[in-house]
Structures are given as structure tokens and as C-alpha cells.
């Protein structure tokens, strides 16, 4: 998982152009720093790439609009993250309980994922390999434990945060934890 | 707002998941325009800004009247959001001009390229001459989206003034053509001027259903000619063959002006065209009214209001075509995993009746065995496929003993007399056909006498498969090959509740052999058809003759044929501990020399023995295996050299005119290899190009694929579909020639040329660093392949 404590080139040009009044540059460095994390989050919480692209492109609009609140508390992913779970939730909420996960959206997802230059193809095969069992089995899981996962491995949730996220208390959260990783890596397996 | 604290390193984290999260982030293609889209869209909402500023002030007396519209507009939002995929489908694909341009939604697969090539100018003219052919089907859209189950109906006219034969045809994704009309059964396909056009009706009574599994970008094409295009029937075939006669026909004098033609796309989804998918059991239920499986597809040609009957008389009713005539499409896992057959080099006739006898080469002993005339579940073609097979290798200069029929005492005989022969030296194979079964991972081949009830009889009764191995490994010679085609539908395994089917993965010990099946392992081989040879055989037979071919590219050949053939139902499989080289039929250039070493001694070292190998091929891309592997070997100079030249060579023979050129015999043209259609077809453009991935040195990859790219002419108009790139990068077993790893990583399309040209630059930097898969085992990039529609010239 990316390393949200980080500060990234991109967080200092955005922060310099947030500081200069320079939304637009802000948002222009963001997008071009996180647009694959953003983009990746969006796939997986709505389960179809279409939808998660088209949900990203909200989320950055969202994020465009938030910008001068930004009140750097936070990291700019972990704040961004946190617009793009809302947008996700919103439109969740609009299509949730009817719409499921389409497979053809997340083979597309997988058909089109693009090697990391740097890697051999035998990397990339096995990571496209190890990618298509991940969303294989997180298709199985429910709803809730495929929030939980990408609270904690997209999102980077503290146990604390995750538990006041679901209003439960934090070893609940931790035991919950424990037995979905383990049934994902069931299911992996 | 929540943060991350230091606890969250109480989070127990799997590190193998955050492991696949990481890469699912990593992998997560980012479309090429999104930034762009991002920062167009917060452009757009500046300008918007203004207008909407009101907003507030009256937000709270029209609270009641925004919450009904609210509500109005998520119950459209939910409508629509029902038929996205469909509206999604045709929308995008076809926003020409503008941005919102999506990838992978207008792939064109080969032959669909191909098939455009020439049938767009056609259609262009035709519509020039007013003799456009109007035709349409039963659903909307430029690439209407056809479900499982969905009824397929093609409709049209014909021209006024235009009586004709019409050729309706289907070209799946798995690069086969199936012909709707006509066909063996329905053989009336001259339609009168103005006359109709109905194939698939669902209420008529030969309705035709989409069976799509997998989905898939599918072609439909209409061709109507004032002659007859072919003289007979077509079946199901191969589209590069049926495409190849389909451009002779047309080229006949006079026949262009006469002829009107027109195309569809399809796309077929597995899935229901109701997007309230249930995930877990989902039973694939089709649309309300097709609650049972449709009946087989079948076709049905209206006859011509006023049109001439041609052979039928008037009042015979509508033919019914079988389910075989069209195309299935159970097809294969994508389009694009398995090469088309326009991809796999041409299996030229032999030239084993022009070159003679075969040279002087290494003693050749083989023992063929054909078991066909069982009492219980008898073969049809095993004593065939043994005598063919016989009679190829004793051409191939091997001295055979062939045995037919032949219960387990002579078969053990023969065993033991084959092991003294291979005592003499040189190298043997083993070749048998008939049933084949195995028990606790022992294979064993069934005699002619098995009288086998229960399945501790096989172990008494058959000839285990280590014995033939032991026999052949023990006579210490360097190379063996073990074929069986042997794992036909066993008539005993149904009573053998523990069996498995077909047969085990062979022994890991066998030194200096390959073992080739059939089918995979736990797989079943077709048998074929009476007086046929069986699948795998029969493109063994031909593979086998082609010059030059390595042994592992042989089998190659012939599993990429059985599994176009078979859709996947068959697998043929080889195991492999070769060290050495070896050819059925050497080329010229291959010929070792009396007294040299025929096959690379185990104590060379692996670079040396690898450009041994490398060196003497006629394949660039062993050149270029070498070269990847060793990018700083002292063999380099000479490796980038012979490249250049197997290069050159290959770019020659794509020039080769219609008739045989005289000259010297170029390895390419020694193997047999036609880079380009047949002498007698009109030039036909590849669609492929081999990119040179990661060669070291100063060869610039890009150069050379401009050298030899058959793209290289000058652009024509865009075709409908825009342009279409695709990566496909796949590892190559450099010993069994398996294949390890596959993907098509990027689909692209663009609506311009000079957009494919960009991202193709960008791509290109991005070759892949096929190394090698296993750390103990060789293992190369076999190659990149750009796919492109060939009127988009590539950048060189």
C-alpha cells in the first residue's frame, strides 16, 4: 500500500499551489500524481471499471470543489481518499442494493491493466495473475467485508479510525480483520 | 476526518494481501485521456459556476420542489442505469470526434482487419454505383450488444435491378468462419431484385440464438454477387483459408462491378441483458420468454418475392441448417490467447516429393503402434493414424516397425526388439494410438485383447507407459520422443469410479526424451471421423513435413491447430528434457555434417549451446531469444548480424512474387515458411509484426520493425472502427516450447491514426523485460505483437 505519511513531489506542488491560490495547478499535480490509486480505489469499491472510472472523474470534481477547505491535516491521499470513499458511498447509495458486481467489468478491469515499465513480464504476468485471484475473491466477498479490506489496505485505516468509521469497538474491528483476511486468502487459495 | 495513527500498526495486516492490493493498484490502467477529462470537466464547471450562484439564495423555498425532482431523478438515474451497459456500448465506441473515446470497446480481432480490408472499398463502391446492399439486424446500435440465448436475426434487401447471390457469413473471434447462407443445408441463397433477406427469424421456423460464451466482438457480412462466387458449399472454417478464396473470387474479371456487400459488428455477452445480476448462484437465466434452451441454430433464407428459385423448386419449404454449419461459440478464453490462424505460419505441402529421399542425418529407429479393432469401444481412425504416421517417418528417413492391431504379448515384443535397435545409437521414437488409460499415475496402453472389468485388469493387461520409456531411455541414447496418441475416450473408465480421465503427467526422470499426448494431461483426444485421420495426428502428419521446423515447434504447430480445431476440447501437450535440437525434416541449412556432433553435447555451456541452436534456426526470433538472453555474449556481433539477415530474408519472401523466384534459397524460404498468402491469392497483408523487445544493442527495435512491417503502405481513410493496437507479450518455454505466461496487455482504440502513432511511441518504452520465468529454466520473450488495422501505417 502506498505510504500515505510520505510527502510526495507532487503533495509539495499541490501544496505550493494551494498556498498561491492556484486551484486548478492544485488539482492538476493530485490528479497527476494519484489518478491510479484514485482510479483503482473507484474499481474496487464499486466493482466495475466503467463505474469506477466514471466515479473517479467525480471524485476529483469533488475534490477540485474541496480544495480551498483543504486544511492540511491530513496527507493529500488520506483526504482524498476519504472524497473518493463518499462519492463511492453516494452513488453506492443510489445503485447499491440493486446493482451487483458485473464480471465483465472486472475483466476488463484485468484485460486492460497496464505493466509497470520497470517490471520484468514475468513480474507482470505473475502480478496480473495475483491481481485477477484478488478480485476473483474479493467478488465472493460480502459487501461490508470488501469495505473493511479496502478500508484497511486501500485506505491505510488505522484500527482506531476503521472502528470509529463503523462504530464498533476496536477489538470487534480486529477479530472482524482477522477472519475476512482469512477467508479472502481462503478463497485466494 | 480520520487519520491514521500510529496504531495502525496493530492492524494484522497479511502481507500477501497487501501484497495483491499493491499490485492491483499498480496494474490499474489509467486511461490515456483521463487527466485530461479530469481537468476538462472542472473547466466546464468554472464556466458553469456563474449561472448556478443563485442557487442558495433559493434553496429553501423550492426545498419541496428540488426533493421531487431529486426523487424523479434517481428513478430516471436507476432507469437508465439498467440499460448503461447497452447504452455505454454503443455510445462510447462511437463518439467520433470527441473525447470521451474508450478503450478495448472496438477491438478488432483478426480476421475481422482483414475482412474490412477489402470489403469497406467494396461496399464504398458499391454504394458509388447506388447497388448499396441494405441490410440490418434485429437489434440497434453500431455494435449492438447480443446476449446469451438472443435471438440473431439478419434482414435486408437486395438492390432494385440486383438479382444475385447473396453470401451471408459469420466470423468469430476464434478466427473461423461460418457460413449462415448458404450452407450444406440450405443451399437457395439467389435472391430476385429488391428481394428479402431473413436469416434467424425467431418466429419463423428456423430461429438462430447467440451462444456466447465467452463474449466476444463477433463480424457479420453480406455479400451479394450477380455470379456465383464459389462453385460448392462452404463449412466451417478457418477464416484466413475461406478469405483467401473469398479475394480470388472477387478479383475475377468483371466480377467487382457486380457485387455489393455490407458488414456488422456484434458484440456477444455471456451475461443476460438484465444488469440485476445475482452473484452468488446465478443460474444464467435467460430473458423472460427464452426460459428454455433455444433450439440449435438454425437458418432460414425467405424465398424472393418475385425472385427465381435456384435448384429448389417453389414450394420447398425453408431448410434447416444444423447447428454444425454455423459457428460455435464456446471459443475460446479470449480472443486473442490464442493465436488465429492467420497467425501461425503456413503449413506448406511437403517437399518431401520434390527433394527425394531425406538426407544423410543421424540413425532414425521408430516403432509405431495403431490399435483400432477393440472388441469393447472400437477406433476408427487409430490404425490409419499409425499406418500414416509409419509411412510419413520412414520419408523422413527413420527405419519403422509398424504394428497393427496387436494384443500385449507381440506389443512387448516389439518393445524389447525396438530397445536392441536403439542400442545401435542415433535416436528413437515411440509412436502409439489407441486407448490409453491411467491408473495411479501410471499410464498404460491398451492392447487389442484387453479384457479389462475392473481397473486392477489394466495393470496386467496393458503395456505400462514407464516400460517403453525405460526401453528407450535405457539404450543411453541422447534423444527420444515418446507420442501417444492415446487418450481417446476410454469405453472402460465409466466403471472405474476412481479413474481419472485420460492419462497421468509423465515421469519427471526421463532424460534427453519428449513425451508428446494428444491431450493434456486428464484430457480426452478426438478420434475424428471415419476414414480421417484423428485431430492430433492429422496435423502431426502435416507438421512434420514442413522443413526445418524444430521438434518443439512441431508440437507447437500442431497444438495451436488441434486447439483451433477443437476449441479448446483438446490440448495436445508435450514434456520435455531435450537438450539437443532436432527436426523431422531438416532444412537445407540445418543438414549437420557427417561426423559433427548431431545434437549439442550436456557439457557445453548453456550460452554456447543456446547459440548453437540459435544460430543454425532460420527463425529470427531465436536469434533474437539468444540475443535477449545474452546481450554481452561474445556470440552477440554475430547473433545481431544474423538477425539482420533472417530479418532481410523475411522481409524478401513477404515481397515474393505470385511464382517461385529463382536464386539462392534463403533459410526462410528453405523452411517452408510463406510469410505471405498463398502464390495463387492476391497479396494479403499480415496483420501482425514481431517487435523485437529487448535486444541489446544498437539494433534500434523500432528500425527493425519498420523493415519488416507489412503496415508499412499508405494510410487509407479510417476504417468505421477506428484503429486498434494490441500488446500481447507472451513466455516461451525455450525447451518444450510451452508456454508459460500470456497476457494482451493493452487494448487501445483511437479514431485516429496519429493517436495510435502517439501511444504507440509511449508504449514502446515500456517493452517488456521478458526474462525468465523459472530461475533454473530458460525461458524467453517470444515476442511482441502490434496488431493493428493495416491501413494505420506504425511509426518506424
Known amino acids: 500500500m502506498a505510504n500515505q505519511k510520505a510527502i510526495q513531489p507532487w503533495d509539495e506542488k499541490a501544496l505550493a499551489a494551494l498556498n498561491a491560490g492556484q486551484i486548478d495547478s492544485a488539482l492538476d499535480a493530485l490528479v497527476q500524481g494519484y489518478q491510479k490509486i484514485v482510479l483503482a480505489y473507484c474499481i474496487a469499491t464499486m466493482g466495475d471499471y466503467a463505474l469506477g472510472e466514471e466515479v473517479a472523474l467525480e471524485v476529483f470534481d469533488a475534490i477540485w470543489r474541496a480544495l480551498p477547505g483543504f486544511k492540511r491535516e491530513s496527507s493529500f491521499l488520506t483526504w482524498m481518499l476519504a472524497i473518493a470513499r463518499n462519492t463511492c458511498m453516494k452513488r453506492m447509495g443510489i445503485i447499491g442494493r440493486l446493482r451487483r458486481i458485473f464480471v465483465y467489468g472486472i475483466d476488463k478491469t484485468l484485460v486492460e491493466a497496464q505493466p509497470d515499465p520497470s517490471d520484468s513480464l514475468e513480474e507482470v504476468v505473475i502480478k496480473q495473475q495475483q491481481v485477477e485471484r484478488l478480485l476473483r475473491a474479493l467478488e465472493k466477498l460480502p459487501r461490508k467485508d470488501r469495505d473493511l479490506l479496502i478500508m484497511l489496505y486501500f485506505e491505510g485505516l488505522s484500527l482506531e479510525a476503521i472502528a470509529k468509521r463503523r462504530s464498533q469497538g476496536r477489538e470487534t474491528v480486529r477479530q472482524e480483520l482477522l477472519k475476512v483476511q482469512q477467508k479472502l486468502k481462503q478463497i485466494i487459495d | 476526518m480520520e487519520h491514521n495513527s500510529l496504531d495502525q500498526y ?438 487389442i485383447n484387453a479384457r479389462i472389468a475392473r481397473q486392477q485388469d489394466v495393470r496386467y493387461q496393458a503395456l505400462p507407459m514407464g516400460r517403453v520409456l525405460g526401453a528407450m531411455e535405457e539404450a543411453g541414447n541422447g534423444l527420444n520422443i515418446l507420442i501417444l496418441d492415446a487418450c481417446r475416450n476410454t469405453p472402460f473408465s465409466r466403471s472405474w469410479r476412481s479413474s481419472q480421465a485420460g492419462l497421468a503427467p509423465p515421469p519427471t526422470t526421463a532424460r534427453g526424451m519428449l513425451i508428446a499426448y494428444a491431450t493434456a494431461p486428464g484430457g480426452r483426444a478426438a478420434d475424428g471421423t ?103 555474449s561474445r556470440f552477440a556481433p554475430a547473433a545481431r548480424l544474423r538477425l539482420q539477415q533472417l530479418q532481410q530474408q523475411s522481409a524478401t519472401a513477404s515481397n515474393v512474387p505470385s511464382a517461385p523466384q529463382p536464386g539462392p534459397v534463403t533459410p526462410s524460404r528453405a523452411a517452408g515458411f510463406s510469410p505471405s498468402p498463398a502464390p495463387s491469392a492476391p497479396p494479403q497483408p499480415s496483420l501482425e509484426r514481431a517487435v523485437p523487445s529487448n535486444v541489446a544493442s544498437g539494433n534500434a527495435p523500432r528500425e527493425e520493425i519498420g523493415r519488416n512491417n507489412p503496415m508499412d503502405r499508405p494510410s487509407s481513410p479510417p476504417s468505421s472502427e477506428g484503429y486498434t493496437l494490441i500488446r500481447r507479450i507472451y513466455c516461451e518455454d525455450t525447451e518444450s516450447g510451452v508456454v508459460k505466461g500470456s497476457k494482451d496487455l493493452i487494448f487501445t482504440s483511437f479514431l485516429s491514426c496519429e493517436e495510435a502513432k502517439k501511444t504507440l511511441l509511449v508504449l514502446e518504452q515500456q517493452k517488456g523485460n521478458c526474462s525468465f520465468i523459472d530461475k533454473g529454466r530458460e525461458s524467453r520473450q517470444k515476442a511482441n505483437i502490434w496488431i493493428g488495422t493495416p491501413s494505420c501505417k506504425i511509426p518506424s
Not at chain 2, 444444423?322 to 460455435?328: E, I, V, W
Request: proline content about 10%; some cysteine; hydrophobic content about 40%.
Open chain 2, 10 to 447: 496493530e492492524v494484522p495486516r497479511d502481507p500477501e494481501l497487501a501484497e495483491a492490493f499493491e499490485a492491483f493498484i499498480q496494474q490499474t490502467h489509467v486511461p490515456l485521456d483521463f487527466h485530461a477529462r479530469v481537468m476538462a470537466r472542472v473547466q466546464q464547471r468554472q464556466t458553469r459556476g456563474g449561472l448556478l450562484g443563485w442557487w442558495p439564495k433559493v434553496w429553501a423555498w423550492r426545498m419541496p420542489l428540488l426533493v421531487c425532482g431529486a426523487t424523479v431523478g434517481v428513478l430516471l438515474a436507476l432507469t437508465l442505469h439498467m440499460w448503461m451497459p447497452a447504452i455505454k456500448g454503443n455510445n462510447l465506441e462511437h463518439s467520433k470526434g470527441g473525447t470521451q473515446v474508450k478503450e478495448q470497446l472496438a477491438v478488432i480481432p483478426r480476421p475481422f482487419g482483414a475482412v474490412l480490408e477489402f470489403l469497406e472499398p467494396l461496399k464504398k463502391q458499391a454504394e458509388d454505383r447506388g447497388i448499396d446492399l441494405v441490410t440490418r439486424l434485429n437489434k440497434e446500435g453500431n455494435i449492438p450488444d447480443y446476449y446469451d440465448k438472443e435471438s440473431l436475426v439478419i434482414m435486408g434487401k437486395t438492390p432494385a435491378q440486383f438479382d444475385g447471390y447473396v453470401y451471408v457469413d459469420y466470423y468469430s473471434t476464434d478466427g473461423m468462419v461460418g457460413h449462415l447462407l448458404p450452407n450444406e443445408m440450405e443451399r437457395t441463397n439467389r435472391l430476385g431484385s429488391n428481394g428479402s433477406l431473413a436469416v434467424g427469424q425467431p418466429n419463423g421456423p428456423q430461429p438462430l440464438f447467440i451462444s456466447a460464451q465467452p463474449p466476444g466482438l463477433e463480424l457479420i457480412t453480406v455479400i451479394a454477387s450477380k455470379t456465383p462466387l464459389f462453385s460448392g458449399l462452404r463449412n466451417h472454417e478457418p477464416a484466413e483459408s475461406y478469405l483467401n478464396e473469398l479475394r480470388q473470387a472477387l478479383s475475377k474479371e468483371g466480377v467487382q462491378p457486380n457485387v455489393t456487400a455490407t458488414f456488422h459488428f456484434i458484440r456477444t455477452n455471456g451475461k443476460t441483458s438484465t444488469p440485476y445480476q445475482v452473484v452468488s448462484g446465478d443460474t444464467g437465466d435467460a430473458p423472460a420468454g427464452l426460459t428454455h434452451q433455444p433450439p440449435l441454430p438454425i437458418v432460414a433464407v425467405s424465398p424472393p418475392p418475385g425472385g427465381r428459385q435456384e435448384e429448389e423448386p417453389a414450394q420447398t419449404p425453408p431448410v434447416v441448417a444444423s447447428a454444425r454449419s454455423l459457428p460455435s461459440h464456446t471459443i475460446l478464453p479470449t480472443a486473442f490467447d490464442l493465436p488465429s490462424s492467420a497467425q501461425l505460419p503456413a503449413f506448406t505441402p511437403s517437399r518431401l516429393a520434390e527433394t527425394g529421399p531425406a538426407p544423410p542425418m543421424a540413425r532414425r529407429t521408430a516403432l509405431v503402434i495403431g490399435n483400432a479393432a477393440y472388441a469393447v469401444g472400437p477406433l476408427q481412425n487409430a490404425g490409419k493414424d499409425a499406418t500414416d504416421i509409419a509411412a510419413m517417418l520412414r520419408r523422413l528417413g527413420f527405419e519403422v516397425t509398424l504394428l497393427r492391431d496387436v494384443p500385449l504379448p507381440e506389443m512387448e515384443e516389439a518393445v524389447k526388439a525396438f530397445n536392441i535397435r536403439l542400442h545401435q545409437g542415433g535416436m528413437g521414437l515411440f509412436y502409439f494410438a489407441g486407448h490409453g488409460v491411467q491408473v495411479d499415475g501410471e499410464n498404460y496402453l491398451l492392447p
Open chain 2, 530 to 632: 471415419g476414414g480421417e485421420n484423428g485431430v492430433y495426428t492429422k496435423y502431426l502428419l502435416q507438421a512434420m513435413t514442413v522443413p526445418g521446423l524444430s521438434i518443439e515447434q512441431v508440437f507447437k504447430q500442431v497444438r495451436y491447430r488441434v486447439v483451433a480445431e477443437t476449441r479448446w476440447k483438446q490440448t495436445p501437450w508435450e514434456s520435455s528434457s531435450l537438450l539437443g535440437d532436432f527436426a523431422f525434416m531438416p532444412a537445407q541449412a540445418d543438414i549437420v555434417p557427417a561426423g559433427a556432433p548431431p545434437y549439442p553435447s550436456a557439457s557445453s555451456d548453456p550460452e554456447t549451446v543456446l547459440w548453437s541452436m540459435s544460430e543454425r534456426s532460420s527463425h529470427p526470433e531465436d536469434v533474437l531469444a539468444f540475443l535477449q538472453a545474452y546481450p554481452e
